[in-house]
């Protein structure tokens, strides 16, 4: 993937003056006095990161939106110009990704840009009677690593082949720089008393408070049932991915999953 740059230097360039008078829009044949040219700030451009936030800045020093081509990748960004990170099993997360995370107790950590509004989840499913459990929020490259071989080793020990072993773990649990928790956006969220992750975890009332209510906090249920063939993991009715109240209303009424709702932007 083409690295991300940071590009926090303006060139300041003196552009020649125009041939025509800016008030009127009539040249004066009279006018002999040379226009003294006018040092202008050219607009700055590219990638620009600010607090693990990314956006694209075009020629016009404008904030891209929508979906852009840039050196040859696809890219999407909300109506803010927040860029939409799409992290599955193609799609590696950005060289150089850096969230800037913040505490949510018990050790965890997310991207700060999810934080008020995940509190206020949480809150509001406390108050609606239901008790949660989060087992994985933020996760490092070096996390990651030692989950998916920790699983691997286990499928392994069961006798699958090394090809086989990679297969199956990989549908649960995503390949070191392909896991939407090294973003620091998403969470595994289960009911305290049937904290099992497993395509049971739907039944919960947890879970059904989550998977009807967290559109509203800009979260969405990632790998909804029936999508596997499309994110690449199966049904986890437990993992919620931070995309933003705009996006996350759409994509909940829509019933399409990430993939589809990038594709289709
Ligand atoms: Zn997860």
New binding site residues.
């Given amino acids: 993937m083409k690295r991300f740059c940071f590009l926090l230097l303006a060139i300041l360039l003196f552009v020649s003056g125009c041939s025509f008078n800016s008030d009127s829009g009539v040249s004066d044949p009279e006018a002999t006095d040379e226009v003294t040219p006018v040092p202008t700030e050219k607009p700055q451009t590219g990638w620009v990161e600010q607090g693990g936030r990314y956006y694209y800045l075009l020629e016009d020093g404008s904030k891209a939106t929508g979906k852009h081509e840039i050196d040859g990748k696809t890219y999407c960004f909300d109506s803010n110009g927040l860029l939409i990170i799409l992290v599955n099993p193609w799609n590696h997360k950005p060289d150089n990704y850096k969230p800037e995370l913040v505490s949510i107790g018990g050790g965890k950590y997310v991207h700060a840009m999810c934080y008020d509004d995940l509190m206020q989840m949480l809150s509001d499913c406390k108050a609606a009677g239901h008790t949660y459990r989060i087992d994985?929020a933020y996760r490092s490259y070096q996390l990651q690593t030692k989950l998916f071989v920790n699983s691997l080793t286990g499928y392994l020990w069961k006798g699958y082949s090394r090809e086989k072993a990679g297969q199956l773990v990989g549908k649960a649990t995503a390949v070191p720089g392909t896991?939407?928790?090294e973003l620091g956006l998403?969470?595994?969220i289960v009911d305290k008393d049937r904290p099992g992750r497993n395509s049971a975890q739907a039944n919960t009332d947890t879970q059904k408070w989550l998977m009807a209510n967290s559109w509203k906090y800009g979260f969405i249920l990632r790998y909804p049932n029936g999508k596997t063939n499309i994110t690449g993991i199966i049904f986890?009715p437990?993992?919620y991915r931070y995309v933003g109240k705009e996006i996350a209303k759409e994509i909940y009424e829509s019933g399409m999953c990430l993939e589809e709702y990038l594709e289709a932007m």
């Fill in positions: 994985y896991s939407e928790h998403a969470l595994d986890e437990w993992h």
